[in-house]
């Protein structure tokens, strides 16, 4: 088992960083919410660039726009596109959407929707929860019912999307209600702007976008439907452990940790550097312990999926550490650098442009691709074969 990377990819891993260090502002580019539409200019120019390049969708086939790399190239650029803090919105449809169309999607839907995203064009929003149907996600009331050619749509779907108007939804819905729930659930790349599709917003979560989708008596073309039908539930269980797996979360993470030890060099306490005080070292010590840990938990799943292996439980145990280490990090910022850690990024006195703010709200956001108790679930059923 090799822990290094080869002279070859740590000199792409440089190419990268540099690339990323150059195009992107030091600070946080914006957040989903606060996202002003030259951010949206700023952000459309920074994906056609990483698009030029061909990294957008590194590890895809040649013939759908990809660079035909492999998984271990792809997980090194994104890892260095949240070490640089790169829009995490941006990187949904490559990292989560685009991977299930590659898997499950029509060789039509490919065509039509891989090369688009591989330009950095298209906004695409994962539809899966529900207001009945979160953690128990099988349990969700939308329902396509076929109808001639169509399927027809209604239900509502809640916290879902970004700040961004969609083009299309990567749907779950309801397609045999007689069937036992987790066996008549399909999946379907459905278009945004279909008559009866309603969207609201929702009060941003933590600095986060997110919205409603009402469908109401929605035609939706049979085409439309991704893999077998009645057999969503396991596409969405992979989609779902490619989004528990990320590890541009670490980069991110990995990243304030280090400003947070610059910060603590500047800083003094009772009059001496923070630093030098052992209570501080304790803490800068445990949260690299921490995020050092994830990170190779990360790479175990990058090695799986690079080999083919099947993952649930792994991506699972990486989720729970991400997850417990957001709280463990927000309470380090708030305990070394005081009320700093509540001022926003254009507040006088800002630490790191807002960084260690926005660090104590997305301490609160564990509740994405599963909670922490449905991670221990499915670890415990999953992982360790006990009894649900
Ligand atoms: C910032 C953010 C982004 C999101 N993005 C998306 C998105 O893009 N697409 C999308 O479809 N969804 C998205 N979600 C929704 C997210 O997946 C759900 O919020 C999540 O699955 C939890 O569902 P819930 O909020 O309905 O909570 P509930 O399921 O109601 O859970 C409430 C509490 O009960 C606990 N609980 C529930 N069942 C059990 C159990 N069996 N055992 C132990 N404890 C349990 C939970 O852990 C939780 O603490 C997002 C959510 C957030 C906050």
Redesign the pocket.
């Known amino acids: 088992m090799e822990f290094e990377l080869s002279p070859e990819r740590l000199a792409f891993q440089r190419e990268v960083a540099a690339f990323l260090a150059a195009e992107l502002p030091p600070g946080r580019f914006y957040e989903e919410s606060r996202q002003s539409p030259a951010q949206q200019v700023e952000l459309d120019r920074f994906l056609k660039r990483l698009a030029e390049r061909r990294w957008l969708a590194l590890s895809w086939p040649v013939e759908y726009g990809g660079a035909g790399r492999d998984l271990i190239d792809h997980a090194i650029f994104n890892e260095q596109m949240g070490y640089y803090r790169a829009p995490n919105e941006a990187l949904v449809p490559v990292t989560i959407i685009g991977p299930a169309i590659l898997q499950f999607g029509t060789e039509a839907q490919k065509r039509e929707h891989l090369p688009r995203i591989t330009r950095g064009e298209g906004v695409y929003?994962?539809?899966?929860?529900e207001p009945n149907a979160?953690?128990?996600l099988a349990a969700l009331e939308t329902r396509a019912l076929r109808d001639g050619d169509d399927f027809l749509v209604n239900g509502q779907?809640i916290?879902?999307?970004d700040g961004r108007e969609p083009d299309y939804f990567y749907l779950a819905a309801r397609t045999d209600p007689t069937a036992p729930k987790h066996r008549g659930i399909s999946i379907f790349l459905v278009p945004a702007r279909l008559p009866g599709i309603t969207v609201t917003k929702l009060d941003p979560?933590?600095g986060?976008a997110?919205n409603q989708v009402f469908f109401d008596d929605v035609r939706v073309p049979a085409s439309a439907l991704m893999g077998q039908l009645n057999q969503g539930w396991s596409h969405m269980r992979e989609t779902l452990a490619v989004e528990r797996s990320g590890i541009a979360t670490n980069g991110e993470a990995r990243r304030m940790v280090e400003d947070l030890i610059a910060y603590c060099h500047e800083l003094t306490r009772d009059g001496q550097p923070l630093v030098s005080h052992e209570w501080a070292q304790n803490l800068l010590a445990d949260l690299l312990i921490e995020v050092e840990a994830w990170r190779w938990l990360c790479w175990r799943v990058v090695h799986l999926q690079a080999t083919g292996a099947p993952i649930v439980a792994e991506a699972s145990v990486v989720a729970i550490h991400r997850k417990a280490f957001f709280p463990l990090l927000q309470n380090a910022i708030y305990r070394l650098v005081g009320s700093y850690a509540l001022l926003q990024r254009t507040a006088v006195g800002a630490l790191g442009e807002g960084e260690c703010e926005f660090w104590q709200r997305e301490a609160l956001?564990t509740?994405?691709?599963?909670?922490p108790?449905?991670q221990r679930?499915i670890v415990a059923v999953r992982g360790l074969g006990l009894p649900r």
Do not use: C, M
Request: charged share 15%; aromatic share 16%; no cysteine.
């Open positions: 929003w994962q539809l899966f929860t979160g953690s128990d779907k916290f879902v999307g979560v933590a986060w997110k956001h509740h994405s691709a599963g909670t108790e449905i679930n």
